[in-house]
C-alpha cells in the first residue's frame, strides 16, 4: 500500500516569513495530493490540492509543489500569520481523489508562527 | 457547502461495552465513506472504506470484529466499537466526498470527529 512520509513534525517559524513541509509517497500510481490544515480539536479542512499532471499550484499564500518523477510535493506558506498555526497534513491518493479513493495520510506537522 | 455530519462529538464509555458512531452526509448522497483513526498528536490513520449496500474493506491490522461498520443508506454510515478497552480511545473521524464537486476541488469534507474514551 502507499506510504507517505511528511517532515518536518514541528515547525516554528516568525511571523512574516515562509514555511515549507515536505511529503514523500511510495505508490507511483498515486496522482492526487491534498493538503489539510486541523485547528486542536477540529475536523481537518482542506487548504489546497494538486494533481499529478499539474507540477505546481497556488493559492494567494499557499502554494504546493509536486515532482512525480522524485514522488515528493511540498507545500509553501508565505508571509505567514499567527492564525497559520495549525497541524497540517498532507495525504496522497489514487483515482484523482474521486469518490471511491481513500487517501494515505502523514503524519503531520505542528506548526506554530510566533507573532 | 457539503456537509458530513457525525454524532456523538465525544462519548465516555465502561471498558467491555459498545460504542455506536454514526456519520451522515446532510445533503448529498455518498455511496463511499471513509473512517479514520487519531491518537493525539498523530497523523489521521485510515481504518476502513465504507460501501453503501456492502461489506467494508479495512485496511491492514484493523479488526473487522473489533470495528463494525455498516453502511445500509446513501447517508448514512455507523462504526461500532465492540467490547472497547481503554486502548481503543481515540478521535474516530468519517469522511465522504460529494458527487460532482468540481474536480478542482478535492471535495472531501470530513465529520466533525467523536473523542471516544474508553474507562
Known amino acids: 500500500g502507499e506510504n507517505v512520509e511528511q517532515h518536518p513534525s514541528t515547525l516554528s517559524v516568525q511571523e512574516g516569513d515562509s514555511a515549507v513541509i515536505k511529503c514523500t509517497y511510495s505508490d507511483s500510481a498515486s496522482n492526487y495530493f491534498p493538503w489539510y490544515k486541523q485547528e486542536l480539536g477540529k475536523r481537518p479542512q482542506l487548504i489546497i490540492d494538486i494533481r499529478s499532471n499539474v507540477g505546481e499550484k497556488k493559492d494567494q499564500r499557499i502554494a504546493v509543489t509536486l515532482n512525480k518523477t522524485a514522488k515528493h510535493f511540498s507545500l509553501h506558506i508565505t508571509e505567514t500569520q499567527p492564525e497559520d498555526s495549525a497541524v497540517y497534513f498532507c495525504?496522497?491518493?489514487?483515482?484523482?481523489?474521486?469518490?471511491?479513493?481513500?487517501?494515505?495520510f502523514g503524519t503531520g506537522t505542528s506548526l506554530t508562527v510566533i507573532p | 457547502g457539503a456537509v458530513v455530519s457525525q454524532h456523538p462529538s465525544w462519548v465516555i464509555c465502561k471498558s467491555g461495552t459498545s460504542v455506536k458512531i454514526e456519520c451522515r452526509s446532510l445533503?448529498?448522497?455518498?455511496?463511499?465513506m471513509f473512517w479514520y483513526r487519531q491518537f493525539p498528536k498523530q497523523s489521521l490513520m485510515l481504518m476502513a472504506t465504507?460501501?453503501?449496500?456492502?461489506?467494508?474493506?479495512?485496511e491492514q491490522g484493523v479488526e473487522k470484529d473489533k470495528f463494525l461498520i455498516n453502511h445500509a443508506s446513501l447517508t448514512l454510515s455507523t462504526l461500532t466499537v465492540t467490547s472497547a478497552h481503554p486502548e481503543d480511545s481515540s478521535f474516530y473521524i468519517c469522511?465522504?466526498?460529494?458527487?460532482?464537486?468540481?474536480?478542482?476541488?478535492?471535495?472531501?469534507?470530513f465529520g466533525s470527529g467523536t473523542r471516544l474514551t474508553v474507562v
Open positions: 465504507s460501501n453503501e449496500g456492502s461489506k467494508a474493506t479495512y
Open positions: 469522511s465522504a466526498r460529494p458527487p460532482g464537486t468540481r474536480k478542482s476541488i478535492g471535495g472531501y469534507t
Open positions: 445533503d448529498f448522497q455518498a455511496t463511499t
Open positions: 495525504a496522497a491518493s489514487r483515482g484523482l481523489g474521486n469518490t471511491g479513493n481513500q487517501f494515505y
